[in-house]
């Protein structure tokens, strides 16, 4: 029998949200970060709590940074940390093919090569953490198929490491307008 993952993103969907989701359906924070111990990535700490938040009750996942500085990351540097990593090798490859499609939209929007793309927000110990820990948990829970509602993108105005910029920021929208 195959076992298939459907999310509503009614609210969109970050990383930590994702990850709370597998929590809420077996996932056991101990699992979590006992896979996640063997990426060697420090400068972080797991927390989950109950909380409440208009009418509905769920899980909140934390991934807490430490404050010391994390190096800038481009791909040959996450690729480096995932191959040296204890991971098994389909959540390595699934964990590369995502920061390399990644790479992409960002040297598109930029005009660089994939290899020369800094990595701002999305090479950070979170997004690291998100990505891995999302497809550790898949593989816990014997997930086959995920699919999803169509995501909510909003509009205005996002400030990141390049300044203020549409929401989406044009990377996003390059890899939701590839996904459709």
Same mark, same amino acid.
């Given at each position: 029998?195959?076992?298939?993952?459907?999310?509503?993103?009614?609210?969109? @969907?970050?990383?930590?949200? %994702?990850?709370?989701? =597998? &929590?809420?359906?077996?996932?056991?924070? *101990?699992?979590? !970060?006992?896979?996640?111990?063997?990426?060697?990535?420090?400068?972080?700490?797991?927390?989950?709590?109950?909380?409440?938040?208009?009418?509905?009750?769920?899980?909140?996942?934390?991934?807490?940074?430490?404050?010391?500085?994390?190096? @800038?990351?481009?791909?040959? %540097?996450?690729?480096? =940390? &995932?191959?040296?990593?204890?991971?098994? *090798?389909?959540? !390595?490859?699934?964990?590369?093919?995502?920061?390399?499609?990644?790479?992409?939209?960002?040297?598109?929007?930029?005009?660089?090569?994939?290899?020369?793309?800094?990595?701002?927000?999305?090479?950070?110990?979170?997004?690291?953490?998100?990505?891995?820990?999302?497809?550790?948990?898949?593989?816990? &829970?014997?997930?086959?198929?995920?699919?999803?509602?169509?995501?909510?993108?909003?509009?205005?105005?996002?400030?990141?490491?390049?300044?203020?910029?549409?929401?989406?920021?044009?990377?996003?929208?390059?890899?939701?307008?590839?996904?459709?």
């Amino acid at each position: 029998m195959s076992r298939i993952l459907y999310l509503d993103l009614f609210s969109g @969907a970050g990383g930590d949200m %994702l990850l709370a989701a =597998l &929590l809420e359906l077996g996932l056991k924070l *101990e699992e979590l !970060r006992s896979d996640l111990s063997r990426l060697k990535l420090s400068g972080y700490e797991l927390s989950a709590q109950r909380v409440a938040s208009r009418g509905l009750t769920g899980t909140r996942l934390t991934v807490r940074q430490q404050p010391e500085a994390q190096p @800038a990351r481009r791909l040959p %540097l996450i690729r480096g =940390l &995932l191959d040296s990593s204890g991971l098994a *090798e389909p959540i !390595r490859k699934r964990a590369l093919s995502v920061f390399e499609r990644l790479a992409r939209a960002e040297a598109g929007v930029h005009g660089v090569a994939p290899e020369q793309v800094h990595f701002h927000e999305l090479g950070a110990v979170d997004t690291l953490v998100d990505v891995v820990g999302f497809l550790c948990g898949l593989e816990r &829970l014997e997930v086959q198929s995920v699919y999803c509602s169509e995501v909510p993108v909003g509009g205005g105005e996002v400030r990141m490491e390049h300044g203020l910029l549409p929401a989406p920021a044009p990377a996003t929208a390059a890899l939701l307008a590839e996904a459709r």
